[in-house]
C-alpha cells in the first residue's frame, strides 16, 4: 500500500492523509497541494542555516547535555 519504507512514498503518503493533518493541527488553510518532503525552491533559497552545528554540539555538550547524533541513509543496492 506505501512502498518500501526507504521512499518519501512512505511518509508522504501518510502524512497528506486528512486525518493525520487533523492530529497534527497541519494544512489548517486546507491548501490545495500536497506536503512533500523537499522543495527545491526553498533547498535554493534557505539562507539562514549555519554551515555547521559543531559549536551549536559543542555547547551542549560541554553544558552537561546528554545527545544523541544520528544519521541514516537510506541505501538502493537492493534496486
Not at 2 to 8: A, H
Not at 24 to 49: I, R
Request: aromatic share 14%; with cysteine.
Amino acid at each position: 500500500m506505501f512502498g518500501d519504507p526507504c521512499t518519501n512514498h512512505y511518509v508522504s503518503s501518510y502524512l497528506n492523509r486528512p486525518d493525520v493533518q487533523r492530529a497534527l493541527h497541519a494544512n489548517t488553510t486546507g491548501l490545495g497541494y500536497p506536503w512533500m518532503d523537499c522543495s527545491q525552491h526553498v533547498f535554493d533559497n534557505w539562507k539562514d542555516s549555519p554551515e555547521t552545528m559543531l559549536p551549536s554540539i559543542k555547547k551542549l555538550i560541554s553544558s552537561g547535555t546528554r545527545i544523541w547524533l544520528y544519521r541514516y541513509m537510506c541505501s538502493a543496492n537492493y534496486v
